[in-house]
C-alpha cells in the first residue's frame, strides 16, 4: 500500500514532509486500506503563507465570482460521489445507503444552498450616514472531525470562501479520504492559488501548529469539548475569532400527553444514527415516572430489530465505531453504569464476528449523576429517566454541562411549544420535526460558540465595517 505524500498547497498538489504515514482503517474488516504522509511544520508555513499572499485578492473579488467558483466546485464534489460514499462508509462505518444520502448527498446539496444564500447575502447596507460592509475575517484554520467529514468540512469551508476568507484545512486523520477528494473538486474549479489549502496530520502536531501560527486570523473547529477548550485558551492568547462545536448530552424530553411510542421510536433512531458517534444525538430520553414502564418495553421492543453488520450490506442499520479506542471508551462506560445500579434493556443484536461494533443499549435505573448520564459517551448508548413534575423534567434537560441540542414531545399546543423555549439548547426540535440545513447549528455552554449552517454560517466568516459618509458624499449618491 502506497501512502498519500501529497498535500494542497498555492493551487497545486505538494509533496507532504512530516515524518509519519496516518494509517487509514476500515472500521469493519479492521484493516488499513490508505495512509496519508503528515504534514510538516514547514508545510503548515507553507499553507499559511499561500492563503495569506492569496487573501487580499480573494477578499476584494466581487461575491458573484466567489458564487460563481463556489458552484463549480459543487459541481466537481458531485461527480465524485461514488468514492466519497466508498470512503467515508469505510472509514467511519455508517451503512453505504445513508452515507450516500446524509454523508454526501447532503452536504453536496449544502455546497448549492450556500452559494443561493450568498446571492441574497446582505453584503452591503446603510445605517443613517453609516455605510455598512460585511468584510472577510482573514485567513481561517478549519480543523474538522471524523464523524460527518465532508458535511463538516462544508460546513466551513463553503461559507469561509464565499465570504472572501482563505482557507487552510486540516481534517481528522482517522477520515481524511473526503478532503483528499475536495482538494481536487477545486482544482478542477480553478479557484486562485492560495484560496484553498490541505495539510494532513494530527491535532497535537499539525492542528496545534495552525492555531498558534501568527498569519491565522481565525479558527474554525468542531472537535470535542477537550480540544475545544485548549484551542479557546490559545486563540485568546493571541486575540484570534474563533468559531467551536463542541460535544453534546442531548435530551428528549417527553411531556404528558405526548405520543409516547413515536417519541421512544424516534429518540432511539436519533440517538443511534451513525453509530451514536453524532454530537447533537439524542441520548437521554426523559419520561414522566409513571410512563417509565411502558417506555422501557417499547425500547427493548425496538432493539432487536437494529440490524448490525457490513456497511456495504444494504440491510444493514448499525455500523462498527470507528476505531478500536471508540469501541472501547464505550464499552467502559456502560461497564461503569452497570456496576453503579443501571441494567439493559431487551435483547440487543449478536455482535459481527469482526469490527469495532458496540451492541445498540439503552439503559435504565440511571440517575442523572452517572457519568453515562451527565458525559458524551459518543457511541450507540441511550439513558432512560423518569420525572415527577413537568418542572423536574426541564430542570433534568438544562441539567448538564452541555447545550447543543433537544427535543421536546407533547400535545399540540402553547405548553408545548413553551417548555422548547425553556430549554438551552442551540436547536430544539418538537415531535420528531426534521433537520433544517438552513437554521442555525451551535450550542450553549460547553457545546461550543458561535454557529455554523444557513446564513449564519456565512456570518460567522466576516466583519462588520462602518464607513461614516459626510453629507457630501451623501448628496451625490457615492456608495
Not at 460592509?133 to 461559507?159: D, F, R, S
Not at 480553478?190 to 490541505?198: K, S, Y
Not at 442551540?426 to 420528531?432: A, K, T
Not at 440545513?437 to 449564519?456: C, D, L, M, T, V
Request: glycine share 10%; with cysteine.
Amino acid at each position: 500500500m502506497t501512502p498519500f505524500k501529497q498535500l494542497f498547497i498555492d493551487g497545486a498538489m505538494a509533496p507532504a514532509h512530516g515524518a509519519d504515514d496516518l494509517p487509514v482503517t476500515d472500521s469493519f474488516t479492521e484493516e488499513t486500506f490508505a495512509s496519508y504522509r503528515s504534514a510538516s511544520l514547514a508545510d503548515v508555513d507553507a499553507a499559511v503563507a499561500a492563503a495569506r499572499r492569496a487573501f487580499a485578492g480573494w477578499a476584494a473579488t466581487p461575491p458573484m465570482e466567489r458564487v460563481a467558483a463556489v458552484r463549480r466546485i459543487a459541481a466537481a464534489v458531485r461527480e465524485q460521489s461514488e468514492a466519497l460514499t466508498t470512503a467515508i462508509s469505510r472509514e467511519v462505518g455508517m451503512p453505504r445507503k445513508l452515507a450516500a444520502r446524509i454523508q454526501v448527498g447532503a452536504p453536496i446539496a449544502a455546497w448549492d444552498m450556500y452559494a443561493d444564500l450568498a446571492v441574497a447575502f446582505e453584503w452591503e447596507s446603510r445605517i443613517g450616514h453609516s455605510l455598512v460592509q460585511q468584510v472577510a475575517t482573514g485567513v481561517v484554520a478549519c480543523i474538522t472531525p471524523w464523524n460527518y467529514p465532508l458535511h463538516q468540512i462544508t460546513g466551513k469551508i463553503a461559507p469561509a470562501l464565499l465570504a472572501g476568507c482563505t482557507v487552510v484545512l486540516k481534517p481528522s486523520e482517522l477520515a481524511p479520504t473526503s478532503a483528499f477528494l475536495l482538494a481536487e473538486a477545486v482544482r478542477q474549479a480553478g479557484l486562485p492559488a492560495g484560496v484553498f489549502n490541505l495539510v494532513h496530520g494530527t491535532g497535537a502536531e499539525v492542528g496545534e501548529a495552525l492555531v498558534r501560527h501568527p498569519d491565522v486570523d481565525m479558527v474554525s473547529f468542531t472537535g470535542s469539548t477537550r480540544a475545544g477548550r485548549h484551542i479557546a485558551a490559545i486563540a485568546g492568547d493571541g486575540i484570534k475569532r474563533v468559531a467551536l462545536e463542541l460535544g453534546g448530552k442531548s435530551a428528549a424530553l417527553v411531556l404528558p400527553g405526548a405520543d409516547l411510542a413515536a417519541a421512544v421510536k424516534t429518540t432511539l433512531a436519533g440517538c443511534m444514527l451513525n453509530s451514536g458517534q453524532t454530537c447533537s444525538a439524542t441520548t437521554r430520553l426523559l419520561v414522566p415516572r409513571t410512563w417509565l414502564g411502558a417506555a422501557e418495553a417499547a425500547a427493548a421492543d425496538l432493539l432487536a430489530a437494529l440490524r448490525m453488520g457490513d456497511p456495504a450490506d444494504g440491510a444493514t442499520r448499525l455500523g462498527p465505531l470507528i476505531s478500536k479506542a471508540q469501541q472501547r471508551k464505550v464499552e467502559g462506560l456502560i461497564a461503569e453504569a452497570l456496576a453503579a445500579g443501571a441494567r439493559t434493556l431487551g435483547s440487543p443484536p449478536e455482535l459481527p464476528p469482526h469490527g469495532y461494533f458496540v451492541r445498540p443499549t439503552v439503559l435504565a435505573d440511571v440517575t442523572p449523576g452517572m457519568a453515562v448520564a451527565r458525559d458524551e459517551v459518543f457511541g450507540p448508548v441511550l439513558v432512560l429517566i423518569g420525572y415527577d413534575e413537568v418542572e423536574d423534567g426541564i430542570a433534568l434537560a438544562n441539567g448538564t454541562d452541555y447545550g447543543l441540542a433537544a427535543a421536546v414531545w407533547g400535545p399540540v399546543d402553547a405548553a408545548t411549544l413553551a417548555v422548547a423555549r425553556r430549554l438551552r439548547a442551540g436547536q430544539v426540535d418538537i415531535n420528531g420535526a426534521p433537520f433544517n440545513p438552513a437554521a442555525p447549528f451551535g450550542g450553549f455552554k460547553q457545546s461550543g460558540i458561535g454557529r455554523e449552517n444557513g446564513r449564519y454560517g456565512i456570518d460567522e466568516f466576516v466583519e462588520p465595517v462602518s464607513i461614516q459618509l459626510p453629507a457630501a458624499f451623501i448628496e451625490n449618491a457615492i456608495h
